[in-house]
């Protein structure tokens, strides 16, 4: 005979044998491509040697450096590393997984520096595959604009085309606005968080955006915050570090600060 008192305890056993994660998996989820500094190829003012190869992510300006990706979110209050993976294919270097407070969970798959080009595409196929039907989903890149290199620009005709769907895109790039808000449109994403100036894409950045997506903020309020982290980090004016967003009126370029 079923009693109340059987159903309780089958309840307490059936929780009880969940694995611990099972319970705190988050539904909102966010895919981050960084483009590997490169002075070898890239169209960029040279960054030291150490932080500038980009086929070796361990001190790469953008991954293994103090603000790079790998880096930051590993050490940053409230994220967990769940593990990386080397080697994930001759273009992608290493591939982690991050989860912060169990809202958010963020894979980064760090690219070869040399290979931009399909670190952008792939970005762009990302930012027109429409989310998951329970699932929120942002697409992130990180890295040089290469967009304003005359030798990426043939990709550009690759770029998918998409109906409108909700997936959030975020370039942190220099004028990434500029060079990309209209081929996000034109893949039914939206460009919640663009630059307006040159600009040093570190991860600060990023972990305000991420943080402020799985709290479900608004792209004014994903502007400010990605303005309010670079200006903190920078050390510049707080309206100074939101113009670089739009996140004011006065879209003006600051000096690129670069450790």
Not at 160 to 186: I, N, T, W, Y
Not at 187 to 192: E, L, M, N
Request: proline share 5%.
């Amino acid at each position: 005979m079923t009693t109340l008192r059987s159903i309780f305890l089958f309840n307490v056993l059936f929780f009880v044998g969940l694995p611990p994660c099972a319970a705190a998996t988050p539904d909102t989820h966010i895919y981050v491509i960084v483009s590997l500094v490169d002075n070898a190829s890239q169209g960029i003012v040279p960054v030291p040697e150490k932080i500038g190869n980009g086929d070796d992510p361990r001190s790469n300006l953008y991954w293994g450096a103090l603000y790079g990706v790998k880096t930051f979110l590993s050490r940053t209050d409230g994220w967990r590393k769940l593990g990386c993976e080397n080697n994930i294919s001759d273009t992608i270097l290493e591939r982690c997984e991050f989860v912060w407070k169990d809202k958010l969970t963020v894979t980064a798959d760090a690219y070869r520096g040399s290979r931009i080009d399909q670190a952008m595409l792939d970005f762009m196929q990302q930012a027109a595959t429409p989310p998951g039907a329970e699932k929120r989903e942002m697409v992130v890149f990180i890295g040089h604009d290469g967009l304003m290199d005359e030798q990426n620009l043939s990709i550009i005709k690759r770029f998918p085309k998409h109906v409108r769907h909700d997936k959030q895109a975020v370039v942190l790039a220099c004028m990434s606005d500029e060079f990309f808000a209209g081929h996000l449109l034109a893949a039914g994403s939206i460009p919640v968080v663009t630059t307006y100036s040159f600009m040093a894409p570190e991860a600060y950045v990023l972990e305000a955006i991420a943080r402020g997506f799985a709290n479900g903020a608004s792209e004014a309020e994903l502007r400010s915050s990605a303005g309010a982290a670079y200006a903190k980090y920078q050390r510049i004016p707080a309206k100074a570090g939101k113009s670089v967003f739009g996140a004011n009126s006065q879209n003006k370029p600051v000096r690129l600060s670069l450790r």
